[in-house]
């Protein structure tokens, strides 16, 4: 049925992304394949071997003996591969049994190998035929539906290369094909099978003139931790390892400064730096080392925009879409607030001072920024004055304030007391006019309007007001609401309308405009429902943080334990498992960092290592029993700590000289 006043051609108007729930997608970037469940690339949707943004694969479909092997297994063994298993009968025999089972592994880094083994009584000569096909298009191209017809093929070295405008990929093949045929696309073996005997076959694909790819995984150890967890619940370890591998997998390097590594946003639809995402993610796997956090940090303070004007000092980024009851906000804010927060706490986590120093002139510019912004007003405005103020992003604007404040103290900066003052004026401003009453004790208000007036919806934003900051000596940073607000908060959270029982819905379910599939209108947010748990914990509401705690680490089972960025908010029920969204990015950089956000929140791990202290204020209800987390970085060496049942914390490694604080 058609809504009113909108016609079938405008509901038409937006080109469908391609799903991708299904899709196994193998990630090393910049190399990158994606697949249906059979193993064969059809050339349809986004099936094909990328690197760079670019197909340069779309077509590879094996045949045994002129027929497809019936598929049975297809499941990914690391971020970076996958395994398929097909069956198929090939000799005169009268049992159905199949007697020649076909396997592909296939990488993120362009290869694959298709290996055939018998399990035939008799010697098998099995013709292998294996199709090729490319269109060399572009991700973006592809994801729009602007993808052009295939490309003619020639006869190239051990097998077939195309070539269009300028660009051209390559197939090569060990061992060399007995034949290939570049009108068809075909490469053909006749291969020998002893009784029980193997043969395979190995595929290169790569750009043109180009070698073999080298990830950046492959080629920066030491950017994060091999962090594992252990304990009374198997999950938190299934799904640490899931997401440290996931991280890997998304690494980038900066190409002017090819030091400086930093995280793709997500697979497949966002390949390079979003620079908000790019910083949070950095933030939250703080407890995996500062390497990571140093590079991102480097490589967007040379996109900071300097000079003078209203953009002077900030981080930009593009706008992004916040749910149906507000105009679409600004990245570029978020970027630049989170900018100085994790330079603060990489300090805290053992940034080396060098480091520190030399990335404290754009944190200082940000905070400029941030004051010439607010001006003489409470609160920090979206850039454009038509729009509302958001609640959000008042609660980034505070934690920035607070920890700059910090951040300059400490290096005997000027500006620290006018942060404060200015974040005192914000706090006071905020728990008078971004408070709704109501009957049952009231809620934050969303934003408020250009006149001043509050709206009411409550979404899964809402969290970001329990993320305050780590100062020193492992306190947080005050918040904008006062203690009574923030219970009433923290159990707004805990109810069924926001909590799915899977995670943190993006919107409330008993708002306008609710749609569990919505991107920020109610499907469950993995960043968000990680940080509420460590919002939650740190404010001492354990009952409403073990819940949403439990329920993502159950929709992590039924995702592999590799998270998307997001997931159908339906209410869980007895048997229900949870929903995919057809378009989430999978892995996701700040879904995998979040793993690493919820464990750290569960073991209170607060670091301050310019005091040479860690405090430890695990959550006393211990909700997953014993639980250790071994190969964290405290003050850049290996750090592991065990809390037992009774919520009691251990430091079992650490380094030489650090304290552990009260």
Do not use: K
């Not at 191209?141 to 190239?156: D, F, N, S």
């Amino acid at each position: 049925m058609t809504a009113p006043g909108a016609s079938p051609a405008s509901l038409r108007s937006v080109p469908d992304l391609t799903p991708t729930h299904q899709a196994l997608i193998c990630v090393s970037l910049p190399g990158l394949a994606i697949s249906g469940e059979s193993g064969q690339l059809t050339g349809h949707g986004l099936e094909g071997f990328y690197r760079g943004g670019r197909r340069l694969l779309s077509r590879c479909r094996v045949r045994v003996g002129g027929r497809e092997p019936l598929p049975l297994q297809a499941r990914t063994i690391g971020a970076d591969r996958a395994r398929f298993v097909a069956t198929l009968r090939v000799s005169s025999a009268a049992s159905p049994d199949p007697d020649v089972v076909v396997e592909r592994t296939r990488h993120a880094d362009g290869t694959e190998t298709v290996t055939l083994r018998s399990a035939a009584s008799r010697p098998l000569r099995v013709p292998l035929d294996i199709t090729l096909g490319t269109d060399l298009a572009e991700l973006g191209a592809i994801a729009a539906g602007r993808t052009g017809p295939e490309l003619p093929a020639a006869v190239h070295d051990s097998g077939l290369r195309w070539v269009s405008s300028g660009v051209g990929a390559c197939v090569t093949a060990d061992p060399p094909p007995a034949d290939a045929v570049a009108s068809a696309g075909l490469l053909r073996w006749e291969l020998e099978l002893p009784p029980g005997g193997t043969a395979a076959v190995r595929l290169r694909v790569r750009p043109a003139g180009a070698g073999p790819l080298r990830p950046v995984s492959h080629t920066s150890a030491g950017t994060l931790a091999p962090a594992r967890a252990a304990g009374d619940d198997p999950r938190p370890a299934a799904l640490l390892r899931a997401s440290v591998d996931d991280l890997q997998a998304l690494l980038l390097r900066d190409p002017a400064h090819p030091s400086d590594i930093h995280l793709a946003a997500g697979v497949p639809w966002r390949c390079g730096m979003a620079p908000a995402d790019a910083l949070a993610a950095a933030r939250m796997v703080l407890p995996l080392g500062t390497r990571l956090a140093a590079g991102t940090l480097r490589a967007l303070a040379r996109t900071q925009h300097l000079g003078t004007g209203p953009r002077a000092g900030m981080i930009p980024g593009p706008r992004r879409d916040v749910g149906p009851h507000l105009p679409p906000g600004c990245t570029g804010t978020e970027a630049t607030l989170l900018f100085p927060v994790l330079l603060a706490e990489a300090r805290r986590w053992g940034l080396p001072e060098p480091e520190t120093q030399e990335l404290l002139p754009a944190a200082e510019r940000c905070l400029t920024w941030l004051r010439a912004t607010a001006g003489d007003g409470p609160y920090l405005p979206d850039l454009r004055s038509t729009d509302p103020v958001r609640c959000e992003t008042q609660a980034h604007a505070h934690r920035t304030a607070l920890l700059g404040a910090d951040l300059l103290e400490a290096y005997d900066r000027p500006g620290a007391a006018e942060l404060r003052q200015w974040a005192q004026v914000l706090r006071t401003a905020f728990r008078e006019d971004f408070w709704i009453e109501d009957r049952s004790g009231g809620r934050p208000a969303a934003a408020l309007t250009p006149d001043g007036r509050p709206l009411p919806h409550l979404s899964c934003a809402a969290a970001h007001l329990l993320d305050t900051g780590l100062l020193g000596g492992g306190r947080f940073a005050p918040g904008l609401l006062d203690t009574v607000r923030t219970e009433r908060l923290a159990r707004l959270l805990g109810d069924p309308a926001m909590d799915t029982g899977w995670g943190l819905g993006g919107l409330g379910a008993r708002e306008p405009g609710h749609n569990p599939f919505g991107h920020r209108a109610g499907a469950v947010r993995v960043q968000e429902t990680a940080v509420a748990v460590a919002g939650l914990a740190a404010a001492g509401y354990e009952r409403e943080a073990s819940t949403l705690l439990r329920g993502l680490l159950d929709a992590a089972e039924h995702f592999g334990h590799r998270l998307p960025e997001m997931f159908a908010g339906e209410q869980r029920t007895t048997g229900s498992v949870p929903l995919p969204h057809p378009a989430a990015c999978r892995p996701a950089a700040t879904a995998a960092a979040s793993a690493v956000l919820l464990l750290t929140a569960l073991l209170g791990i607060r670091p301050d290592v310019p005091a040479r202290t860690v405090t430890l204020r695990p959550m006393r209800s211990a909700p997953l029993g014993e639980t250790g987390l071994t190969g964290l970085r405290v003050a850049g060496a290996p750090f592991s700590v065990r809390v037992s049942r009774l919520g009691v914390a251990l430091v079992e490694e650490a380094a030489e000289g650090l304290q552990l604080g009260a």
